[in-house]
């Protein structure tokens, strides 16, 4: 086990000269919720810790045009008491209300979730659901991408050497949307053996014009159920589309056996977890209770 | 190598050196001498490492004690008031404690103090479900912590009512 | 038994070590503070479930600088110990049975350099084939977990039946298979449980010094000093006046703090090196190395008559005691003198065999063997008091045992409050109020459950101070208030108010012998030595007091800082002057008290718990919880409840979320992350109600209720689940998947 070097940079540029100049030996530091238990356990995760919470512009939220732009700092504990976001998007908030305990969110990132790359992170299928878009900087510059292209598989992310996320930003929902989240385990300091989050688009009848449902916990990324939108649009919220996308999520999903759960529950638990995140979606975007009592929350 | 930190600990300037490697906990404990934050589990899982950093519930077990330069750390060392004839002057929380029977090992009782003094701030009548949720991060082994929701919902009694006559140790 | 009014006992009263704990000031072990510059001591642990060492080589450990010492098998005497099977290695140098067995030890200026000193510990194993289950273990080819079990040194309870079975025992009265035979209707079926961790929130920690003149001082978190003593003067190959023990206050127990773990380790080290040693278990290793609950396997059978009585029962448990007999062996013993339930069965045989595997070995968990059989136990009331058509209420009312049954070990039961436990429970539920038609998958169960405690030698002093204050000397470890509980016994045989009496813990050097907190019997043993050492201190006052008063002691009493005659408050002296008077003749007075073991006294509860079943996760919410205990006399009704309350949480637990999982024979839950407690929001309120029949035994009427509480909910959940969804869950954690598995294996049998 060795020794680290600690630094806390003021700006941006300093902290990204500090993780560029190591050549891969330092971690960003936010919440400290991974980096620090990773140390803990006896693990080298890095020789040189950037704590990068003295840097103004990455701390905070921003709304604009009905959107967010989250600052990499931003944590799960400020997320669940930003009322108008709760209202908007309670799927990001529900969802962050179940990352561990209240000690825990009142310093784990969303950036950080997302950065950790695990696929039974919570935050992520929702994020994914909403259609988060990641902000990078690192010596080559600054981009912006998609967050389905963030992961490439468990514990990996495309970040480059030397780059870091600096925020997260969500577009503004749209019109007639509803989004939600749900999981399965105890009620606290758990991590998911199943969670799924949705966002639905509902024209004027009522049917669906557009689905979102994110899986994680079953594969190695949390990934999206690919053509939802396809079977649903036009259809409204029946026994006959509920059973379609509950075969659709359990197709879709490429859980293993662990000490959490076996394979076979969590492919089940895909289907419900599908179902009963779509029939509270549809709730949040009607502004009615989820339509059929086994699929309340 | 060693770092100067300087922070503030239960209302104290503290100047020293620490290992970057350093947890929180560990400089609490070892280079403080302040052993009521306890050490369960080291990750970030029980909290009875519990402490407050600018007044917020944390797991001093998952922070470095370079990342508290400059911030205030209170532990439950600071609850109770001076000691007047020779016992110390509980807070109403922790009189609420001893009255309900909320402590029977007493080893997560810190980590509870810290999460129950950090909602009474915020909320000052919770109801049960709110105490729940705002202890869900400390665990119990003893108790099955209805005794220690009951103790927290006294106290919010006690600083309701309890200011205008105050309470004997 | 007549109403009396006390003074002390009986009434709740703070504990006497709260106001150290809501302040942070108790000291734990890992607080102790030492004499002298402190090292941390790693210890070296299996990696390999079944190996045999060839050999062990520490000189690039011993080259680490800051490492200043190391410690293997080679510098220990090499002799097997156990408190009931002589047959553990305490640093192994023959072979290790589980991964986490102890190897080596190292004490270094920091606990890093520690741990990298121990993974530089090369050690040559001869990797040998596992076996992971017991009933595997007891059958033919298994690998042989401990080849010299013929050769073991027996002390207690153990009989070895050769291969891995380290105890095999059978108790039977009638003729159970004749009774089969005459039974309108003959049940069967096997239950199963998992390991259950006590996941105690303070890892196992000791400090351990050496002074010069050759003395070991041992500060460990144990819940008895006396046997933790014994068992670090056997290994270290030293007399037990040559070791101290003494207990910081315990984070938490429940029989897992009870056996040697690393503090003769660290002793060793201290020695070695000439400073303290401490050290601490990390989550991770308490998990791996901490002795849990058996795992149990119950096949049950049950023949019952027309008119609804129990009247033939065969229980066989196959119980997995992980790589060392602790309290494997002792389960075989005692397990057929509590099985029957709290029933009287007229042909009963239970047995059971203890089966060695290469896993962490079982010890004592609150109640050892009580919520694994009662599982079984009571699934089976129920179900077949449904197949039969029965009320499960009269059912159990029916065959629940009478005052003075006979156990299957010969012991008469005094003071059973069967009955009136069940009733009260029946009460504080409301369960006969069904007027409503239950809610679509929610259920109500019942469990009723029985503990028998008996009680072990101690040893107290009491001391009077010069103004009549006195002071209880004694080693009984304050693990659940006892000290608080000795404190108003004593008060109450003084006639001084509790807060006059101090509890004095010692250590094992100046304490007279004292059980241990184990076993619901700390107050029963050493409340009965503290009442004895009182009421000899009033003898003793009483005496002095002739002269004075001109009556016999028989006419005296004590009060108010006096002795008086009775019914004459006028005529009294006051016990100042007694104490003056007999230093100046006699010298101090003390009293003295002790006891032998007693015999056992059963304890009764019953359990009502609701829940709801989510049909489609399988979920279980726990919405409400009723819990009622035979306490006998509560000498502290606060703590007491408190037990009651503690124990039901970890009922709870183990029957929905706890089990030690393994993947070829390593614990893979070694963490609070996957090794499930319930949470404050995983659990409802939990109403509890004490029944308060005095007992004939125990003092003022108190019976031990420390383990009673935990034995009956998993089987009160198991049959909830069973009226809120139809399915009859017999293996313990009762899991989500579990449930949707059992659900999905109805509905494709064509059920509803």
Redesign the interface.
């Known amino acids: 086990?060795h020794?680290?070097?600690?630094h806390?940079p003021e700006t941006l540029a300093e902290a990204m000269r500090l993780l560029a100049e190591s050549g891969g030996a330092a971690q960003p530091?936010a919440g400290?919720?991974d980096l620090?238990?990773q140390?803990?356990?006896?693990a080298d995760p890095a020789r040189v810790?950037v704590?990068l919470?003295r840097i103004p512009e990455l701390q905070g939220t921003r709304s604009h045009g009905g959107g967010w732009r989250f600052g990499a700092l931003v944590r799960m504990?400020e997320l669940e008491r930003d009322a108008a976001l709760r209202a908007a998007c309670p799927a990001l908030v529900a969802a962050a209300g179940f990352v561990?305990?209240?000690?825990?969110r009142?310093?784990a990132t969303l950036a950080g979730n997302i950065c950790n790359a695990s696929p039974a992170a919570d935050t992520s299928p929702a994020l994914l659901a909403l259609g988060a878009t990641v902000d990078c900087a690192g010596p080559g510059g600054t981009r912006t991408l998609p967050l389905g292209d963030f992961w490439q598989g468990p514990g990996q992310t495309v970040l480059t050497p030397g780059e870091l996320v600096t925020g997260i930003s969500l577009p503004a929902p749209p019109g007639r949307s509803g989004n939600a989240f749900a999981r399965?385990t105890?009620?606290?300091?758990?991590?998911a053996l199943i969670n799924a989050a949705a966002q639905v688009t509902l024209d004027e009848r009522g049917h669906f014009s557009d689905a979102r449902l994110a899986l994680g916990a079953c594969g190695p990324t949390v990934f999206l159920v690919a053509g939802l939108t396809e079977a649903l649009a036009g259809h409204p919220w029946n026994e006959e589309t509920r059973a379609a996308a509950m075969g659709m999520a359990r197709d879709a999903a490429r859980p293993i056996d662990d000490?959490?759960?076996?394979a076979d529950?969590r492919r089940?638990?895909a289907g419900?977890l599908a179902a009963r995140c779509l029939a509270q979606a549809i709730g949040h975007a009607t502004g009615e209770p989820a339509a059929g009592k086994?699929d309340r929350p | 190598m060693k770092t100067p930190l300087t922070l503030t600990i239960n209302g104290e300037t503290v100047e020293a050196l620490v290992e970057p490697r350093t947890t929180l906990l560990t400089f609490l404990r070892e280079q403080c001498g302040l052993t009521g934050p306890k050490r369960g589990c080291e990750e970030g899982e029980c909290g009875c490492c519990a402490v407050l950093l600018d007044g917020e519930l944390v797991d001093s077990c998952l922070i470095l004690a370079l990342e508290a330069q400059g911030h205030a750390v209170s532990t439950v060392e600071a609850l109770a008031g001076p000691t007047t004839g020779g016992q110390p002057a509980l807070s109403p929380l922790q009189q609420a404690f001893v009255e309900a029977g909320a402590a029977q090992c007493g080893f997560c009782t810190p980590g509870m103090l810290m999460a129950a003094t950090t909602l009474l701030e915020q909320d000052s009548t919770p109801d049960e479900l709110t105490v729940r949720r705002a202890l869900s991060g400390n665990l119990c082994r003893c108790t099955g912590y209805d005794r220690i929701v009951r103790a927290v919902q006294l106290a919010a009694e006690l600083r309701h009512g309890g200011t205008q006559q105050g309470r004997t140790p | 038994m007549t109403e009396q009014t006390y003074r002390s006992v009986g009434r709740s009263v703070q504990r006497l070590d709260v106001v150290a704990k809501v302040t942070g000031s108790a000291i734990f072990a890992e607080d102790q503070q030492p004499q002298g510059r402190l090292l941390h001591g790693a210890v070296l642990r299996s990696p390999h479930p079944h190996a045999r060492i060839k050999g062990i080589d520490t000189r690039r450990a011993a080259a680490l600088p800051g490492v200043r010492a190391i410690v293997t098998g080679q510098d220990l005497p090499q002799v097997h110990y156990g408190q009931y099977i002589k047959d553990e290695e305490y640093l192994s140098w023959d072979k290790v049975r589980f991964v986490g067995d102890r190897i080596a030890a190292v004490a270094a200026d920091t606990v890093e350099l520690a741990r990298e000193a121990v993974g530089l510990i090369e050690v040559e194993y001869e990797v040998l084939p596992t076996v992971t289950d017991a009933r595997m273990a007891l059958g033919a080819g298994a690998p042989v977990v401990h080849e010299g079990l013929g050769d073991y040194r027996v002390v207690h309870a153990a009989a070895p039946a050769g291969g891995n079975c380290a105890s095999h025992n059978a108790l039977s009265r009638g003729d159970p298979e004749a009774g089969f035979a005459q039974a309108a209707r003959v049940f069967e079926q096997v239950y199963t449980t998992e390991m259950v961790h006590h996941a105690y929130l303070e890892p196992h920690a000791c400090l351990a010094e050496y002074d010069p003149d050759g003395n070991y001082v041992v500060h460990s978190t144990t819940q008895g000093i006396f046997p933790l003593r014994n068992m670090i003067a056997e290994v270290l190959g030293v007399s037990q006046n040559r070791v101290r023990v003494h207990a910081t206050e315990v984070g938490g127990g429940f029989g897992g703090k009870i056996q040697l773990q690393d503090e003769a380790a660290a002793a060793a080290l201290a020695r070695m090196a000439g400073r303290p040693v401490r050290i601490v278990m990390t989550r991770e290793e308490d998990f791996l190395c901490g002795n849990p609950r058996s795992a149990f396997h119950m096949t049950v059978k049950t023949g019952v008559s027309a008119d609804g009585r129990l009247v033939a029962r065969t229980m066989d448990v196959v119980l997995d005691s992980g790589a060392y007999g602790l309290g494997g062996v002792l389960m075989a013993w005692s397990i057929p003198q509590f099985a029957e339930g709290p029933y009287a069965i007229p042909h009963l045989r239970i047995t059971v065999d203890c089966a060695y595997t290469n896993k962490p070995p079982c010890s004592s968990f609150r109640a050892p063997g009580g919520p694994q059989t009662n599982f079984a136990i009571e699934c089976e009331m129920d179900r077949i008091a449904e197949a039969m058509g029965w009320d499960a209420v009269d059912f159990r009312r029916k065959n629940l045992m009478p005052e003075a049954h006979t156990t299957l070990a010969g012991v008469s039961l005094k003071s059973v409050v069967a009955q009136e436990t069940l009733d009260a429970v029946l009460a504080l539920s409301g369960y006969d109020d069904k007027a409503a038609q239950p809610a679509p998958w929610r259920g109500r169960g019942l469990a009723m459950g029985n503990w028998n405690v008996g009680g072990m030698p101690s040893g107290v002093a009491i001391k009077l101070n010069d103004d009549g204050s006195a002071t209880l000397l004694t080693g009984v470890v304050d693990l659940t208030g006892v000290h608080t509980a000795l404190a108003q016994v004593v008060a109450e045989v003084l006639a001084l108010p509790p807060e006059r009496v101090t509890v004095k813990a010692l250590d094992t050097e100046s304490a007279p012998h004292s059980t241990s907190s184990v076993g619901s019997q700390a107050l029963k043993s050493t409340g009965t030595a503290s009442i004895q050492a009182a009421e000899h201190v009033r003898e003793q006052l009483f005496e002095l007091a002739v002269e004075d008063l001109d009556v016999t002691p028989a006419h005296m009493e004590l009060a108010d800082d006096t002795v008086r005659v009775s019914d004459e408050p006028g005529r009294a002296v006051a016990v100042t002057a007694l104490l003056a008077r007999a230093m100046a003749r006699r010298g101090p007075i003390v009293g003295q008290g002790g006891t032998g073991a007693f015999s056992r006294m059963p304890s009764f509860c019953a359990d009502v718990a609701d829940v709801a079943v989510d049909p489609e996760t399988g979920q279980v919410r726990v919405l409400r919880f009723c819990a009622a205990q035979d306490t006998g006399l509560a000498i502290n009704p606060v703590a007491v409840d408190g037990q009651v309350q503690g124990g039901v949480a970890q009922g709870i637990g183990m029957a929905l979320s706890e089990g030690m999982l393994y993947r070829d024979g390593r614990v893979a839950n070694a963490g609070f992350l996957d090794y499930k407690l319930p949470s404050s929001l995983d659990l409802p309120p939990l109403e509890t109600v004490l029944v308060e029949k005095p007992a004939v035994e125990g003092p003022f009427g108190a019976k031990g209720i420390g383990e009673p509480p935990v034995v009956p909910p998993p089987a009160a959940i198991a049959n909830a689940i069973y009226h809120a969804a139809g399915v009859r869950m017999t293996s313990l954690p009762i899991t989500p998947e579990k449930v949707r598995r059992a659900l999905r294996e109805r509905e494709q049998a064509g059920g509803e």
Not at chain 1, 3 to 6: D, Q
Not at chain 1, 39 to 42: A, D, Q, V, Y
Not at chain 1, 186 to 191: L, N, P, Y
Request: net charge positive; glycine share 10%; aromatic share 4%.
């Open positions: 086990m020794e680290i070097a600690y806390a530091l400290g919720t620090v238990l140390l803990e356990r006896g810790a704590d919470k504990a561990g305990g209240p000690p825990i009142n310093r399965l105890r009620s606290a300091m758990d991590i000490v959490r759960a076996s529950y089940d638990m419900v086994r």
